[in-house]
């Protein structure tokens, strides 16, 4: 299947993007380049994928790390592909260069975190301030009997106590385990059951769309049930009403002791465990390293996106998302201001996220295609009456793209000056494995290639490489940052990725490369659709649906069919000014198939007010799908809007 299979004008053609001078002049990727007398960014790649030892050294000498004890060897393979040992015998610590080099000298005064509540209020904390906070709170957290190698779950809204907590926990060398703000007490439990945390750290509540909403209540339930729990530690955020558990609970503003060394961990020590939603059982544990997810991110950041120390990082996240430890690790190592946002990007206007960029002069915005996709149908009038001179780049992550909505951000909000960096990998990855850069040309929704450093390839139902055609993206070789297993359960780990192609990491997203070598991702191959003989992506049946202008956004899914084998259904959202009807209906489906072809002409189209998400704005296929099926839906706890599934079952 082509790209002219897959998405109309005005993907085909000419990029739509060049880099200008000014991106090239800055691009710290083309110094690392020039640094190793490399002629291209084609031959960095190759060299990269030939030599991965040489590569990520170079990096960790680009990158200026501070080691405690430099590695003996860069990489081991002894244990296999799977299980790699990288900076064999180094003692690191990634807060050591995410704070402690900056908290004096030139940095110490330079603004570290920038954070803006729901309601407006804004405050700052310089390098210095943020190592004073995070020695204060490590202190407090080894009052409490907190150790190397302890677990500590982070229910947290983004707050800088949320970055603060992180690195607390890592400058004494426990381990912290982030948790999407919005769970349930049953959700939360169970990750603090299964990594058998010792202490969670909360907030008394968040405000989110101008309502107090309480997080306290659910930490007491979850730390009920889970009996490892020994202390709940809370900041006093929203300063509502809560219940007070003696001795148990402590006050974040109270914790105190002896500002601690930052502790000489070994480069593979964990750091980290973050939980991914699994589709049936318990949730999956990846178990995440000092010298692994916090390099990769700044690394990724750095040759990606072209943060550097003058930037000023926005993204759109939640500490539950990889891309929250993802966005404050990375960060806070390259020397950058990190911006954190309590809200809603539409809230208490469609505006929210333009006036953000204008007020704190963020230079790299990252956005979610669903968050475009609705602030668009809002007018331009919102955006263009706020300056967003300071913007650079912006970066998007979370789901495939449709064309119209990313030649809006391009257009409208970034004035064609902007790259968007599409960037695509995941939780067990630590950032991405395909992206884009400043230094390389744009197609609409595409991706320039592999992500430096990571050996990406697509492979056919054989495992062999593809271009041209749908295939399976895959990793030829470990990287730094890939998960260090999952936690408790090797076996699930090396059955889930290891275990199709012999030495072949398979990452389970469809994907395809064009003739121009732009790549394109498809969604999940385990929602691919096949129908008739023919297999398709729902992002592609997605992009011919949200092209019809009453159609705010789209899920397609595919349902048994005795005939064709599966048949296409269709979800869409109507925008605001659109109405239900038989007609609209019909419409949806003979422009699907106009785009894909009668056999993929859509069975049934349904309307609904939501599509169930995750808090970083993923479509969960699979919910619909079990849902419209009336089957078990499996673990639902990372979904922001349970509301959206009755929808579901109400429309069927």
Avoid at 65 to 92: H, I, M, S, T
Avoid at 167 to 186: H, N, R, T
Avoid at 241 to 260: K, T, Y
Avoid at 623 to 642: F, H, M, W
Wanted: with cysteine; aromatic share 10%; glycine share 8%.
């Amino acid at each position: 299947m082509s790209v002219s299979d897959l998405f109309d004008q005005p993907r085909e053609g000419d990029p739509v993007w060049q880099p200008t001078e000014e991106h090239l002049n800055r691009s710290r990727l083309l110094d690392f380049i020039e640094e190793h007398d490399l002629d291209s960014y084609e031959a960095l790649l190759e060299q990269a994928n030939r030599n991965p030892d040489w590569y990520w050294d170079a990096v960790v000498d680009h990158l200026g790390l501070e080691w405690f004890q430099k590695y003996d060897q860069v990489l081991d393979l002894e244990r296999g592909y799977a299980w790699p040992r990288w900076f064999v015998n180094g003692r690191y610590n990634y807060v050591r260069d995410a704070v402690d080099k900056h908290a004096t000298g030139a940095n110490a005064a330079k603004t570290a975190i920038l954070w803006e509540g729901d309601g407006g209020d804004v405050r700052q904390l310089t390098f210095a301030e943020l190592s004073a906070e995070t020695d204060r709170v490590a202190a407090g957290l080894r009052s409490l009997g907190i150790d190397k190698g302890d677990t500590v779950g982070i229910f947290m809204p983004m707050l800088p106590e949320t970055a603060i907590a992180t690195l607390a926990c890592g400058k004494i060398g426990a381990i912290f385990v982030p948790i999407f703000s919005g769970y349930g007490a049953e959700a939360v439990a169970n990750r603090l059951q299964d990594c058998d945390a010792k202490l969670l750290i909360t907030a008394d509540g968040f405000h989110r769309r101008g309502r107090e909403i309480p997080m306290k209540p659910i930490a007491d339930a979850a730390a009920r049930l889970a009996e490892s729990v020994q202390h709940v530690v809370v900041y006093q955020h929203t300063h509502g009403e809560i219940d007070w558990f003696e001795p148990r609970d402590v006050w974040w503003q109270e914790l105190s002791g002896d500002a601690p060394q930052t502790e000489e961990t070994a480069a593979d020590d964990p750091y980290m465990i973050i939980y991914t939603s699994g589709t049936t059982g318990r949730p999956k544990g990846a178990v995440h390293i000092h010298s692994g997810f916090p390099i990769k991110a700044s690394h990724d950041l750095a040759f990606c996106f072209d943060l550097q120390s003058d930037d000023t990082l926005l993204w759109i996240t939640d500490l539950g998302w990889m891309m929250g430890p993802w966005a404050i690790q990375g960060t806070l190592m390259l020397g950058a201001t990190l911006a954190m946002f309590e809200g809603t990007p539409d809230y208490p206007n469609p505006d929210r996220m333009w006036e953000l960029t204008a007020k704190h002069g963020v230079t790299v915005l990252g956005v979610s295609p669903t968050a475009i996709r609705s602030l668009m149908t809002s007018g331009d009038d919102w955006v263009t009456k706020h300056d967003r001179s300071s913007l650079r780049v912006f970066g998007s992550t979370g789901e495939p793209w449709n064309p119209w909505p990313w030649l809006w951000l391009f257009d409208t909000v970034g004035e064609r000056r902007c790259p968007i960096i599409n960037y695509s990998g995941g939780t067990e990855i630590s950032g991405g494995i395909v992206g884009c850069v400043t230094i390389k040309p744009q197609k609409p929704c595409a991706f320039s290639g592999p992500v430096p450093g990571m050996h990406a390839d697509v492979l056919d139902d054989a495992g062999q490489p593809v271009r041209g055609e749908v295939g399976e993206l895959v990793v030829r070789h470990p990287w730094v940052g890939m998960t260090s297993g999952f936690w408790k359960d090797s076996e699930r780990y090396e059955d889930t990725y290891w275990s199709r192609f012999p030495d072949t990491w398979v990452h389970g997203d469809w994907a395809l490369v064009d003739d121009d070598g732009f790549w394109y991702i498809l969604g999940r191959s385990d929602d691919t659709i096949k129908t008739g003989g023919k297999r398709v992506g729902p992002a592609e049946v997605e992009s011919a649906a949200v092209a019809h202008p009453a159609v705010q956004e789209a899920a397609a899914i595919g349902v048994p069919d005795e005939i064709k084998g599966e048949k296409v259904i269709v979800f869409a959202v109507l925008s605001a000014s659109s109405a239900e009807s038989d007609t609209v209906r019909d419409e949806i489906r003979d422009l699907i198939t106009d785009h894909l072809g009668r056999p993929l002409r859509p069975d049934a189209v349904y309307f609904v007010d939501d599509l169930p998400k995750t808090r970083n704005a993923k479509i969960m296929r699979r919910v619909i799908k079990s849902t419209y099926l009336q089957r078990d839906a499996g673990d639902l706890s990372a979904l922001e809007n349970p509301a959206a599934v009755e929808g579901i079952r109400a429309a069927r």
